[in-house]
């Protein structure tokens, strides 16, 4: 079946950069809820820049903050929240939290099932 759509808006129809619903367990069982966009490559190089560092976390840092929202499509964290993630969250929520950004592009996994 033929398009009439150029290779262009094929790929930018195919992108969809909705927000996903992304649950994280927490270390106290809890579960944290956020919406992330799957990541663009200018949202990609953005991170790098502001990372200031080949630092792997540095970068995925970068990321939650620049992408994790809330329901309505409000950031969860802004930069000047860096230092207080980085001392006063556990390690391992922090580590689930930036996975579940890089990883926007994975269905979120129904407990139900």
Same mark, same amino acid.
């Given at each position: 079946?033929?398009? +009439?759509?150029? =290779? *262009?808006?094929? #790929?930018?129809?195919? @992108?969809?950069?909705?927000?996903?619903? !992304?649950?994280?367990?927490?270390?106290?069982?809890?579960?944290?809820?956020?919406?992330?966009?799957?990541?663009?490559?200018?949202?990609?190089?953005?991170?790098?820049?502001?990372?200031?560092?080949?630092?792997? +976390?540095?970068? =995925? *840092?970068?990321? #939650?903050?620049?992408? @994790?929202?809330?329901?309505?499509?409000? !950031?969860?964290?802004?930069?000047?929240?860096?230092?207080?993630?980085?001392?006063?969250?556990?390690?391992?929520?922090?580590?689930?939290?930036?996975?579940?950004?890089?990883?926007?592009?994975?269905?979120?996994?129904?407990?139900?099932?």
């Amino acid at each position: 079946m033929a398009s +009439n759509l150029s =290779a *262009l808006d094929r #790929l930018r129809k195919a @992108a969809n950069l909705e927000p996903k619903k !992304k649950e994280v367990e927490l270390s106290d069982g809890s579960i944290f809820e956020m919406y992330v966009t799957p990541l663009t490559m200018a949202e990609r190089e953005r991170a790098q820049k502001q990372a200031k560092s080949d630092d792997a +976390n540095a970068f =995925a *840092l970068q990321l #939650l903050i620049a992408k @994790a929202q809330d329901g309505t499509g409000r !950031k969860l964290f802004n930069a000047a929240e860096i230092d207080i993630l980085k001392n006063e969250v556990k390690d391992s929520d922090l580590q689930s939290l930036m996975l579940a950004v890089i990883n926007a592009e994975e269905d979120t996994i129904d407990p139900k099932n």
